[in-house]
T-cell receptor
Framework: GENVEQHPSTLSVQEGDSAVIKCTYS??????FPWYKQELGKRPQLIID?????GEKKDQRIAVTLNKTAKHFSLHITETQPEDSAVYFC??????????FGQGTTLQVKP | KAGVTQTPRYLIKTRGQQVTLSCSPI?????VSWYQQTPGQGLQFLFE???????NKGNFPGRFSGRQFSNSRSEMNVSTLELGDSALYLC????????????FGEGSWLTVV
């Protein structure tokens, strides 16, 4: 069935370091890969997304890469700040409102 | 532009009761999806409605149902509540087409006692 594996489940970095979260998906039909940031008690907030016709996308300190052949996509956060601390979810979707989510990564940025 | 609005935000129900949650999507969005979030199972897809029709369905029992109205507003209903139904229920809206961006509401926190 459809599945998205996300690693690591927890990640602790020093302020200013980089953080990388990796996801693997199973459904070859997936063509949309968003990343959401969720702070405690709040809604998932879209931080960046990538579509299957693009290999890499960058927005300031955040970048996402996609390898469709290997069915891998990754989130890269550079120059991490304490306010980056949250749970990050990757997801895979198609041309509808259905998303399959990874299990989440708890990122802790230590000052 | 208003975001995705969900009501009620918090509710407590007793086992065996039923509950109805409401979602108003972003203006112009025709797709509404529902997700269940629990600490153990993460974010799981319940179902999606597009133009008043269920377009996708996740692996949840028939106790979970939904509908969408002509103004794109959606409701989901859970009947015969179980303790395990305690969760954050998130509604998400999008335009519904290829490569569409999906936005989440604040969610409805359901506690079943």
């Amino acid at each position: 069935g459809e599945n998205v594996e996300q690693h690591p489940s927890t990640l602790s970095v020093q302020e200013g370091d980089s953080a990388v979260i990796k996801c693997t998906y199973s459904d070859s039909a997936s063509n949309y890969f968003p990343w959401y940031k969720q702070e405690l008690g709040k809604r998932p907030q879209l931080i960046i997304d990538i579509r299957s016709n693009v290999g890499e996308k960058k927005d300031q300190r955040i970048a996402v890469t996609l390898n469709k052949t290997a069915k891998h996509f990754s989130l890269h956060i550079t120059e991490t700040q304490p306010e980056d601390s949250a749970v990050y979810f990757c997801a895979a979707g198609g041309n509808t409102g259905k998303l399959i989510f990874g299990q989440g990564t708890t990122l802790q940025v230590k000052p | 532009k208003a975001g995705v609005t969900q009501t009620p935000r918090y509710l407590i129900k007793t086992r065996g009761q039923q509950v109805t949650l409401s979602c108003s999507p972003i203006s112009g969005h025709r797709s509404v999806s529902w997700y269940q979030q629990t600490p153990g199972q993460g974010l799981q897809f319940l179902f999606e409605y597009f133009s008043e029709t269920q377009r996708n369905k996740g692996n949840f029992p028939g106790r979970f149902s939904g509908r969408q109205f002509s103004n794109s507003r959606s409701e989901m209903n859970v009947s015969t509540l179980e303790l395990g139904d305690s969760a954050l229920y998130l509604c998400a809206s999008s335009k519904g087409g290829s490569g569409n961006t999906i936005y989440f509401g604040e969610g409805s926190w359901l506690t079943v006692v």
